[in-house]
């Protein structure tokens, strides 16, 4: 494998010409993202329909429906997604790695892995919070908007405040594979790369920087997508030839589409990160040349 051959050219950017970038790796490896997006997330919008499908049912609280799945898709967005980060590792210097061998790996990786993502980050307590969500109807509307608007936001900013700060643990964990723990300081350990990749200086504001562009751009686009998603069923007279309302799944398809495109950001934000602070283009040529030479004999 040539090191210094990716199929993205290794070279900083700025965030403008990351997003574009994001857009141009998303169709070029469409279909592979969509079904590893739909991989991911299916489990999660099948609990997110058991837990709070009664909001979009019902008529009073129909409203309610909006946000609660807003801050669950948010909480949930970046587990949800180690799929689409795993294969897009891959595919850097293997082209179209298989949809099944990503999966397998991903569901091999340790219990660190799952915990980090699913309780450290607050995807099961929300999970949790949003059961007790659903029992606060019979205890009368003051319990019900303490969940709506107390308990349930701060759990996702509390899990939100970590992936803004750490957001690359995925890649670190799944990417480079580093030990989790190692007594020897010359062992790059997961403790260690993380401070190293998060912490350097002036890395810390870059990288809560690039956290809270995205936010508010990913906002703005499952807000548009939406939108056009509204506009389209118009136009076909989708809703007009049934019965049911069609809205509360537009919603939720809009916001996964979303995350899948903040996802591949993300990606080309952690390669961006990785040649700035470390010359990484650097390092794969010289690996390159190490291999060739190796190769070679002599």
């Given at each position: 494998?040539?090191?210094?051959?990716?199929?993205?050219?290794?070279?900083?950017?700025t965030?403008?010409q990351i997003?574009?970038?994001?857009?141009l790796?998303?169709?070029?490896?469409?279909?592979?993202l969509?079904?590893?997006?739909?991989?991911?997330?299916?489990?999660?919008?099948?609990?997110?329909?058991?837990?709070?499908?009664?909001?979009?049912?019902?008529?009073?609280?129909f409203?309610?429906?909006?946000?609660?799945m807003?801050?669950?898709?948010?909480?949930?967005?970046?587990?949800a997604?180690?799929?689409?980060?795993?294969?897009?590792?891959?595919?850097?210097?293997?082209?179209?790695?298989?949809?099944?061998?990503?999966?397998k790996?991903?569901?091999?990786?340790?219990?660190?892995?799952?915990?980090?993502?699913?309780g450290?980050?607050?995807?099961?307590?929300?999970?949790?919070?949003?059961?007790?969500l659903?029992r606060?109807?019979?205890?009368?509307?003051?319990?019900?908007?303490?969940?709506?608007?107390?308990?349930?936001?701060?759990l996702?900013?509390?899990?939100l405040?970590?992936?803004?700060f750490?957001?690359?643990?995925?890649?670190?964990?799944?990417?480079?594979?580093?030990?989790?723990?190692?007594?020897n300081?010359?062992?790059?350990?997961f403790?260690?790369?993380?401070?190293?990749?998060?912490?350097?200086?002036?890395?810390?504001?870059?990288i809560?920087?690039?956290?809270?562009?995205?936010?508010l751009?990913?906002?703005?686009?499952?807000?548009?997508?939406?939108?056009?998603?509204?506009?389209?069923?118009?136009?076909?007279n989708?809703?007009?030839?049934?019965?049911?309302?069609?809205?509360?799944?537009?919603?939720?398809?809009?916001?996964?589409?979303?995350?899948?495109?903040?996802?591949?950001?993300?990606?080309?934000?952690?390669?961006?990160t990785?040649?700035?602070?470390?010359?990484?283009?650097?390092?794969?040529?010289?690996?390159?040349?190490?291999?060739?030479?190796?190769?070679?004999?002599?």
């Amino acid at each position: 494998m040539d090191f210094s051959k990716t199929f993205i050219s290794i070279r900083t950017r700025t965030a403008l010409q990351i997003y574009d970038l994001a857009i141009l790796v998303c169709v070029e490896y469409f279909k592979p993202l969509l079904a590893l997006l739909a991989i991911g997330a299916f489990p999660f919008i099948l609990l997110d329909c058991l837990l709070i499908g009664w909001l979009a049912t019902d008529y009073k609280d129909f409203r309610y429906f909006y946000w609660v799945m807003f801050l669950l898709v948010v909480s949930q967005a970046q587990f949800a997604t180690v799929f689409m980060t795993h294969y897009l590792g891959q595919a850097m210097f293997f082209g179209r790695p298989k949809i099944s061998t990503t999966v397998k790996d991903v569901l091999r990786a340790g219990f660190y892995f799952h915990w980090l993502h699913g309780g450290v980050r607050m995807v099961v307590p929300v999970l949790i919070c949003c059961f007790f969500l659903s029992r606060s109807m019979a205890l009368g509307a003051f319990d019900r908007y303490l969940y709506l608007f107390l308990y349930l936001p701060g759990l996702v900013v509390c899990g939100l405040s970590f992936r803004m700060f750490r957001p690359f643990v995925s890649e670190i964990l799944l990417l480079e594979k580093t030990p989790l723990k190692s007594n020897n300081e010359n062992v790059v350990c997961f403790h260690r790369r993380s401070i190293s990749l998060h912490y350097r200086q002036g890395a810390v504001e870059g990288i809560f920087g690039q956290g809270f562009a995205s936010f508010l751009l990913g906002l703005f686009l499952g807000l548009g997508v939406y939108a056009g998603l509204l506009q389209l069923d118009k136009i076909l007279n989708i809703q007009a030839n049934s019965e049911w309302s069609y809205a509360a799944w537009y919603w939720l398809v809009a916001l996964w589409l979303t995350v899948g495109f903040l996802c591949v950001a993300r990606f080309l934000f952690y390669i961006d990160t990785r040649i700035r602070q470390e010359g990484w283009g650097v390092e794969l040529r010289m690996r390159s040349e190490s291999q060739r030479i190796s190769e070679m004999g002599i």
